[in-house]
């Protein structure tokens, strides 16, 4: 942009990129509000579309929104902006997540920016087998220094840990199909005919693994009719873990920016990625989720990484949906 301003068009752009975010259940949790007289985007939790019996203390609903925020900060580089992104600004608003003001245009390009901002529109949840063919090591790498770069940490299990994890994960989605209350939540996320914008298209999802080592999500909310059948995935699945040092409504934001950061740099490397987050809804399995080898540390999200096809996006609510006068 020769000219920055912050008009109709370019807040359109920026509110697009926040949407297509990921977020549990494609809850899509977020309200945005532009105040005109600080150049301020404001970012609001939307407690009308949060998911209280998997997520009760909210954080996942935190994750969502601060994946959101990391789509915001990298549209607003990609138009020219230097955006200043405050996190919980104002103790008095509570349900006001994030603040990112933009008033100041870049002095140069940050590096990588034009990369992620395509693989925003291109990064889906992706619920189906991978292929066998490892991740390089090297993008390994880069994926953890995203999650750095965001005051979280990404690690890679060995065979014994991942075992581990898919075990916890396995257990907690035998919770998740028995307990009434999950089980009656998630059902209400699935869209079947006529889909709104948001929740899951019974289409989008996938099958459950043919050998039982990978537990996919089954929401418990299809007709047997409507199950896909089951297949194969892959046999030696590469999960990453992110973690966090500490465990505060900041920290579960930061887990957010830095859980979106990780999944654009994968797309935008071609790799694919669903995410594990079973065990996290119990807390109990969420702490035994913690590697005693490493330092100390809470875990945010269990990531599956391989190559497969792109997938096809959920749906998303408008600009204008979720975009308030300010």
């Known amino acids: 942009m020769s000219t920055l301003a912050l008009d109709a068009p370019a807040l359109e752009k920026l509110v697009s990129a926040a949407v297509a975010a990921p977020s ?9 509000r532009l105040r005109p007289d600080t150049s301020t985007l404001e970012v609001r939790a939307d407690r009308g579309r949060a998911v209280p019996a998997a997520d009760p203390e909210g954080r996942a609903l935190h994750i969502s929104v601060g994946a959101a925020v990391l789509n915001l900060r990298v549209a607003a580089r990609h138009l020219g902006w230097a955006p200043d992104v405050r996190l919980l600004p104002d103790p008095a608003e509570p349900e006001l997540f994030a603040a990112v003001r933009l008033d100041t245009p870049a002095t140069a390009p940050t590096p990588g920016t034009e ?18 063919v490892p991740v390089p090591p090297a993008v390994l790498d880069e994926l953890t220094d995203a999650a750095r770069a965001e005051d979280a940490a990404l690690h890679l299990p060995d065979h014994a840990e991942t075992a581990r994890l898919l075990h916890l994960s396995a257990e907690a989605e035998r919770r998740n ?73 900041v920290d579960w934001l930061r887990a957010g920016l830095a859980l979106e950061h990780v999944l654009l740099v994968a797309t935008a490397h071609g790799v694919r990625a669903s995410l594990l987050h079973q065990a996290m809804e119990w807390p109990y399995l969420r702490w035994e989720a913690r590697d005693p080898h490493q330092r100390p540390g809470f875990v945010q999200m269990l990531i599956r990484l391989g190559y497969g096809p792109e997938g096809a996006p959920t749906p998303r609510l408008s600009p204008g949906e979720v975009l308030d006068q300010g």
């Open 24 to 32: 549990i259940h494609n809850s899509q949790p977020w309200r945005f």
């Open 115 to 132: 990369k992620l901002f395509e693989a925003i529109w291109h990064r889906h949840s992706i619920r189906t087998p991978f292929t066998a």
């Open 177 to 249: 199909t028995t307990d009434e209350a999950q089980r009656t939540e998630s059902r209400s996320w699935i869209r079947t005919g006529e889909v709104p914008p948001y929740g899951i298209p019974v289409d989008a999802l996938g099958p459950q693994d043919a050998a039982g080592q990978l537990p996919m999500r089954d929401f418990s909310a299809i007709h047997a009719t409507e199950h896909q059948a089951p297949a194969l995935f892959e046999h030696e699945p590469r999960i990453a873990v992110l973690t966090t040092e500490r465990d505060t409504r």
